[in-house]
């Protein structure tokens, strides 16, 4: 997986991985970040943009 890969070539570890085998809804776990990777439908669905919509935003580069 792209995101994996590039983490782990600048000496980021993922700790867990969970969904992979189902592949519609990742969830990464980096510790002090976790990662959502949602097909589009699954993403619509569970509305995870809403339901944190008060948090505050981060740029990642």
Known sequence: MY???ELE???IHMQ???G???GTW????????VLHVFLE???????IDGLWS???R???E
């Open 41 to 47: 439908a699954a993403r619509l669905y569970y509305d």
């Open 26 to 33: 990742i969830v990464m776990d980096y510790g002090d970040i």
């Open 58 to 60: 981060a740029v990642i």
């Open 9 to 11: 070539g600048i000496g």
């Open 16 to 18: 867990g991985i969970e």
């Open 54 to 56: 008060d948090a505050k």
């Open 20 to 22: 992979e085998q189902s």
């Open 3 to 5: 995101v994996r890969d």
